[in-house]
């Protein structure tokens, strides 16, 4: 597993095939939450688990799954909501119950 503190706000995230995920907002405890204001957020905060690190390629976090895969499981926290059970999604890397 990646180094914890080398996750830093605002660093870009990449899946491994390159394409753009989103933007660190910060670290909720072994979830990376992803700004919900980055353009591919449509408005929503989005986590990815730390599981799903690959590397810290300078200021980017590289996962080590595609970018679709990543948004397949992902975890949503809608604006203006707090934690919900559709925030299970993203916990659990490859389990069924990962997806949008």
């Known amino acids: ?3 914890r503190g080398s996750i830093r706000e605002h660093q870009d995230v990449k899946g491994s095939d ?3 995920v989103g933007t ?3 670290l909720d405890g072994d979830r990376i939450k ?3 204001t980055d353009p591919a957020a449509g408005g929503e905060h ?3 688990h730390l599981d799903s690190v690959d590397r810290i390629d300078g200021d980017t976090v590289v996962l080590n799954r595609t970018t ?3 948004r397949d ?3 949503v926290e809608t604006v203006g909501s707090g934690p919900s059970e559709g925030n299970a999604h993203g ?3 490859g389990s069924p119950t990962a997806g949008p």
């Open 1 to 3: 597993m990646v180094d």
């Open 18 to 20: 390159g394409g753009h």
């Open 24 to 26: 660190v907002d910060h």
């Open 34 to 36: 992803l700004t919900k």
């Open 46 to 48: 989005h986590f990815l």
């Open 68 to 70: 679709a895969e990543a």
């Open 73 to 75: 499981e992902w975890g």
């Open 91 to 93: 916990s659990q890397p």
